[in-house]
């Protein structure tokens, strides 16, 4: 079973404005509207690609009952940690020429109470064996060292750890040396590793100085470029073999779903990739169905080549 632990869940409206007007009145038009967070997302694609999945979410006052119901539809199991406030909104604004702002509130307030709740819901369930995915920003209250803490509880009772987080939380939850897998894209690992990342012989040496802090997987996403699977010993590199048209909010969220529900292996990349990369062009968080996954071609390099210049370099 693939566990997920979403403490900052949000309901993600995706919107097309023919161009944004600062300062005025924007006509807009709701292209999707979707239950998101990063570990929702993660349960969603598994539970299309046919993954036993349970998801561990954050549920406010406001906003709650519409997720359990999206959830129960999608035929998500789940389990809702109540908290008081509004479930957050992310906005994602879409414009004609394919210019893409994101606004993303906060979200509802943690407390010690709380996630000691999120910590319960973990320990109902049987995690031997089991993949617990602990994914997306942290709440306002949550102190840095949340994923840490609960990775460390979900080692205890046997779970194997993935962690895609950013920032401190990340770098506070490596510490654990519980973590067995994480999910970044080149600019989180670069944020980890301090320093910006240009090619993918870059990518490779600092996922290899994180592998060395005790992770044994790191499957870097490079959007364009595809994705990096990286343990101490080996590396493949695999991407679409055709550029996707479309908006990848959420791609990456598949990619660690069917990565981990196909093995997380390096034989597992290929079809990570091409689950990922056929969501870049569906609207807002929707997930692909087998079909259109297995129409995407991709190519995989086992030789990468380490001396190619990524596309998004910040």
């Known amino acids: 079973m693939i566990v997920t632990v979403t403490l900052n869940p949000s309901i993600d409206r995706t919107i097309a404005v023919e161009s944004l007007v600062r300062g005025g009145v924007n006509r807009a038009e709701i292209i999707a509207l979707d239950a998101g967070g990063k570990g929702v997302n993660v349960s969603r694609a598994l539970a299309v690609y046919g993954a036993e999945t349970h998801a561990i979410m954050i549920g406010a ?5 519409w997720f359990a119901d999206v959830l129960n539809a999608s035929a998500v199991p789940h389990t809702t940690v109540m908290a008081q406030g509004v479930t957050r ?4 604004l879409v414009e004609a020429d394919g210019t893409v702002t994101k606004i993303n509130e906060p979200g509802v307030t943690l407390d010690e109470s709380i996630i000691s709740d999120v910590e319960a819901a973990l320990g109902a369930l049987d995690l031997a064996d089991a993949w617990v995915v602990f994914a997306g920003r942290l709440n306002p209250g949550a ?4 994923y840490l803490r609960l990775a460390r509880f979900a080692a205890a009772q046997g779970a194997k750890v993935a962690v895609d987080v950013s920032g401190k939380p990340l770098d ?11 999910k970044p894209n080149q600019h989180e690992l670069g944020e980890i590793v301090g320093r910006t990342l240009g090619t993918i012989g870059e990518v490779i040496a600092a996922a290899r100085e994180v592998i060395s802090r005790g992770v ?29 048209q479309g908006t990848p909010v959420g791609a990456g969220d598949i990619l660690l779903a069917t990565f981990i529900g196909g093995g997380a292996n390096a034989d597992a990349l ?6 990922s990369a ?4 569906l609207p807002g968080t929707a997930i692909p169905t087998h079909e259109q996954a297995a129409a995407i071609p991709v190519t995989r390099h086992a030789e990468p080549v380490l001396t190619r210049r990524l596309n998004e370099v910040s």
């Open 61 to 65: 006052a406001l906003g709650g009952q």
């Open 89 to 92: 909104s992310n906005i994602t």
């Open 143 to 146: 102190p840095d060292d949340t």
């Open 172 to 182: 506070i939850a490596l510490e654990a040396g519980t973590v067995d897998l994480i």
């Open 216 to 244: 044994a997987t790191v499957v870097c996403s490079l959007g364009r470029d595809g994705a990096l699977y990286i343990t101490a010993d080996e590396v493949v590199h695999a991407e679409a073999a055709t550029v996707i």
């Open 270 to 275: 290929v079809g990570a990739v091409r689950w």
């Open 278 to 281: 056929a969501s870049v062009a």
